[in-house]
């Protein structure tokens, strides 16, 4: 898969995740997703696993992404798509 291709699917599964609550917007739920979508076999090879990482990374530094899910969930892992 190429970069875009990647970091597309990685939004995908964020705004789904995000939509059904706390316990779905978690940094764990959604790689672990992720990879499932990429590879339903086994896990993703090493350079497809850090492509995944940086396009995770990206939408935190392109600020399409905020840690904190809630005031009750206010820190990593829990996260939410930032209001523009």
Do not use: C
Request: no cysteine.
């Amino acid at each position: 898969m190429s970069n875009d291709e990647i970091k597309s699917l990685v939004w995908r599964i964020v705004i789904e995740s995000a939509s059904q609550g706390p316990g779905w917007a978690q940094e764990g739920v959604v790689l672990r997703k992720i990879g499932e979508n990429i590879s339903s076999k086994k896990e993703p090879d090493l350079k497809t696993q850090q492509m995944i990482l940086d396009a995770w990374h990206d939408l935190f530094t392109e600020k399409h992404l905020g840690w904190g899910y809630d005031l009750d969930n206010p820190n990593s892992p829990f996260f939410h798509i930032r209001i523009r």
